[in-house]
């Protein structure tokens, strides 16, 4: 069964960078044909791709936001870590970490067939 | 802003069918595969298609996609009060990366 948990702060301050730990289970981040992502949701708003990681350390981001956001792979661990550096009020959000099926190409691809349960983060002074 | 475009709302009664409109450009619907996302409020969306319009086990035939030049829809056929969510389309973009629809409120009347 695949699981994903998302942990960290669920408040910084305007800045500051933010640091999140999603934690897997039931299949490994070096597993071929899959990548780990993450997606985020301000309060009442729509969803936003963030950045996804791939077995083969390949990486994806969103074009927004590139510049502020790094992803990194612990294989000992199991656990793919997001950075959003300089955060900001309008960066409050849920911030889902996701499992991305891969498999041989598009035509089989199931993205974000996974979800953690999310992780409620807020930007204040 | 989101690039694809949806209808912020759609309803229906119980047992009617709706549908969800999603509109992109060549560069992302134009040229790659739609994926359809439900949302129950309070919880993960959850994906409801995949590939060319290819369901994830669990997910009721009532669903049905469909995708033309560059706009997709989602349909809800024999709507039931379960039903009611908020859906989100997403396609890769030619650029790289994902985009997600602003998404639409389902409201079973």
């Known amino acids: 069964q695949i699981t994903l948990k998302e942990s960290g702060p669920t408040r910084v301050k305007p800045t500051q960078t933010l640091t999140l730990t999603c934690t897997l289970s039931?299949?490994?981040?070096?597993?071929?044909?899959?990548?780990v992502g993450w997606i985020r949701q301000p309060p009442g708003k729509a969803l936003e791709f963030l950045a996804l990681?791939?077995?083969?350390?390949?990486?994806r981001f969103s074009a927004s936001l590139r510049n502020r956001l790094t992803v990194t792979r612990d294989t000992s661990r199991n656990q793919v870590v997001l950075t959003v550096t300089n955060m900001v009020p309008v960066d409050t959000a849920t911030y889902y970490c996701?499992?991305?099926?891969?498999?041989?190409?598009?035509?089989?691809?199931?993205?974000?067939?996974?979800w953690g349960q999310g992780l409620l983060v807020t930007v204040s002074s | 802003q989101s690039v694809l475009t949806q209808p912020p709302s759609a309803s229906g009664a119980p047992g009617q069918r709706v549908t969800i409109s999603c509109s992109g450009s060549?560069?992302?619907?134009?040229?790659?595969?739609v994926y359809w996302y439900q949302q129950v409020p309070g919880t993960a969306p959850k994906l409801l298609f995949f590939?060319?319009?290819q369901r994830p086990s669990g997910v009721p035939d009532r669903f049905s996609a469909s995708k033309s030049g560059t706009s997709a829809s989602l349909a809800v056929s024999q709507l039931r009060p379960e039903d009611e969510a908020d859906y989100y389309c997403?396609?890769?973009?030619?650029?790289?990366?994902?985009?997600f629809g602003g998404g639409t409120k389902l409201t079973v009347l």
């Open positions: 996701v499992h991305y099926y891969y498999g041989s190409g598009a035509h089989d691809s199931r993205p974000f067939d996974h």
């Open positions: 039931g299949f490994s981040v070096s597993d071929g044909g899959v990548g």
């Open positions: 990681t791939y077995w083969d350390d390949d990486q």
């Open positions: 060549s560069s992302n619907i134009g040229e790659n595969y």
């Open positions: 590939g060319a319009n």
């Open positions: 997403a396609v890769w973009d030619n650029s790289q990366t994902v985009l």
